[in-house]
């Protein structure tokens, strides 16, 4: 039995396009794999907390100097830790806003880097520690970027995600979501003529 992961990064949750997107992804993921268990983050609905000072600190803490709220911020990273470890397969939807990812996102990632959990350093350089998954990434965009030097988005979440050790990804672009109704649609229609493919 595998396990998906779908990571919703939209401030519109289960309603912006990326999730959508995500969703009919998942949708036919299940159709093709009946056994599989899914399991939904939605960052809109459930928002991970910024990183700060106090928070970092609880993370780089050695166990005898916690604090209780300190354990409570591990505990909760290492929820959102425990459910990437337990993924086979993880799907985002990931949406362009202001020319980068929604900084819920960001806080997101902010909470899973952690050294000796999700990646350690070695003589030659970090190594990532979520190895042996798939990805898939639905990103949404009003404009056109993809492909070009604009798309600092695609990098960025590329970059992290293969520190981290997940490095088999596929990112799955609808774009000129915001230019006109019909730009629109046929952005949306390429990304899902994509879906039947990618979930077999
Ligand atoms: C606050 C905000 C900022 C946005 N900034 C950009 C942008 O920089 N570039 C772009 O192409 N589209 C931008 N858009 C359009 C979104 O990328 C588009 O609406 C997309 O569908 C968002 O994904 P979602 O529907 O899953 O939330 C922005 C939309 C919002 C709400």
Do not use: C, W
């Given at each position: 039995m595998s396990t998906l992961l779908q990571i919703n990064a939209s401030i519109h949750a289960d309603q912006g396009q990326s999730s959508r997107l995500a969703s009919r992804f998942v949708e036919a993921f299940r159709r093709h794999h009946a056994d599989s268990r899914i399991v939904v983050r939605d960052l809109a609905s459930e928002a991970v907390?910024?990183?700060?000072?106090?928070?970092?600190?609880?993370?780089?803490?050695?166990?005898?100097?916690?604090?209780a709220a300190q354990s409570d911020v591990l505990a909760y990273s290492d929820t959102l830790i425990a459910e990437l470890k337990q993924a086979d397969v993880i799907v985002l939807g990931l949406p362009m806003y202001n020319f980068g990812v929604p900084s819920q996102l960001k806080a997101y990632f902010d909470h899973i880097a952690r050294a000796g959990e999700t990646?350690?350093?070695?003589?030659?350089?970090?190594?990532?520690?979520?190895?042996?998954?798939?990805?898939?990434?639905?990103?949404?965009?009003?404009?056109?970027?993809?492909?070009t030097s604009l798309d600092t988005q695609t990098t960025y979440v590329r970059d992290f995600l293969r520190f981290v050790g997940i490095d088999d990804i596929e990112f799955i672009y609808a774009e000129g979501l915001a230019i006109s109704p019909e730009s629109k649609a046929s952005g949306l229609a390429k990304a899902e003529a994509q879906i039947e493919r990618l979930a077999a």
């Amino acid at each position: 039995m595998s396990t998906l992961l779908q990571i919703n990064a939209s401030i519109h949750a289960d309603q912006g396009q990326s999730s959508r997107l995500a969703s009919r992804f998942v949708e036919a993921f299940r159709r093709h794999h009946a056994d599989s268990r899914i399991v939904v983050r939605d960052l809109a609905s459930e928002a991970v907390p910024h990183l700060n000072a106090e928070r970092f600190a609880a993370f780089v803490s050695k166990p005898h100097e916690r604090s209780a709220a300190q354990s409570d911020v591990l505990a909760y990273s290492d929820t959102l830790i425990a459910e990437l470890k337990q993924a086979d397969v993880i799907v985002l939807g990931l949406p362009m806003y202001n020319f980068g990812v929604p900084s819920q996102l960001k806080a997101y990632f902010d909470h899973i880097a952690r050294a000796g959990e999700t990646f350690r350093y070695t003589a030659s350089g970090p190594v990532g520690l979520l190895t042996g998954k798939r990805g898939y990434i639905f990103a949404a965009r009003g404009g056109l970027y993809a492909g070009t030097s604009l798309d600092t988005q695609t990098t960025y979440v590329r970059d992290f995600l293969r520190f981290v050790g997940i490095d088999d990804i596929e990112f799955i672009y609808a774009e000129g979501l915001a230019i006109s109704p019909e730009s629109k649609a046929s952005g949306l229609a390429k990304a899902e003529a994509q879906i039947e493919r990618l979930a077999a």
